[in-house]
């Protein structure tokens, strides 16, 4: 069965701490897609990456980056030097390739940034 | 990408009622999806809506609570029914194109 896991519900940290958000997930198949979206207060999601089950490099986009590792099935979250504005909710998501329609979400990890 | 608007934005509602909620996409799109947040929860798929077709419900929802319409390709509708106070949620309507899903800005839904 599909299943994505975010243990940690809440976390905290002060503005310029790294802060790393953990995904594990479970799938049958072998290929499928993985997703982070952030949703502010406002709620609306806001779309951050896709990552095909192919393609486990490591991305970097500006202060976030991500780590893909299938050997044990995690698609982690790190913000660098976080700021105030990155306070959200995270939630990592998976899809099959093939039925891209069906998404998995994760139950979210709220972050909150103190200044 | 795909630009989605939803109206209305948010609404409190008295319990026992109906409202129906818009999706508005800037393409056509095959798909459109509807989800449901409750407060503090994670996004639970609600039903996929083709244009031509009856919508697919996934499990816990049918369509007798959460009827949904999808007259053309860049249009749909999801009424939630005879309310209580267990629905109020956000509700967000999504579209997939190019192996991605965009998510129109949510309806905030209160049930008194």
């Known amino acids: 069965a599909q299943k994505v896991t975010q243990a940690q519900t809440e976390i905290s940290v002060v503005e310029k701490e790294d802060v790393t958000l953990d995904c594990v997930y479970e799938?049958?198949?072998?290929?499928?897609?993985l997703f982070w979206y952030k949703q502010p207060p406002s709620g609306e999601l806001v779309f951050l990456i896709r990552r095909n089950s192919f393609d486990e490099q490591n991305e970097i986009s500006g202060r976030y980056s991500w780590n893909f590792q299938k050997s044990t099935s995690s698609f982690n979250f790190t913000i660098t030097a976080s700021q105030v504005v990155d306070s959200a909710v995270y939630f990592c998501?998976?899809?099959?390739?093939?039925?891209?329609?069906?998404?998995?979400f994760g139950s979210g990890t709220k972050l909150n940034v103190k200044p | 990408s795909a630009v989605i608007s939803q109206k209305p934005s948010r609404d409190i509602c008295q319990r026992g009622t109906s409202l129906t909620i818009q999706c508005q996409v800037d393409?056509?799109?095959?798909?459109m999806f509807w989800y449901r947040q409750q407060p503090g929860q994670s996004l639970t798929l609600i039903a996929t809506?083709?244009?031509?077709?009856?919508?697919?419900?996934e499990s816990g929802f049918v369509i007798d609570k959460f009827p949904i319409s999808r007259p053309n390709l860049t249009f749909s509708t999801l009424t939630v029914s005879n309310m209580s106070p267990e629905d109020s949620s956000i509700y967000l309507c999504?579209?997939?194109?190019?192996?991605?899903?965009?998510f129109g800005p949510g309806t905030r839904l209160t049930v008194t």
């Open positions: 393409s056509q799109v095959t798909m």
């Open positions: 809506a083709n244009q031509g077709s009856e919508a697919t419900y």
């Open positions: 999504s579209v997939g194109t190019d192996y991605e899903q965009y």
């Open positions: 998501a998976l899809s099959e390739l093939y039925n891209f329609n069906k998404f998995y």
């Open positions: 799938t049958r198949d072998t290929t499928y897609y």
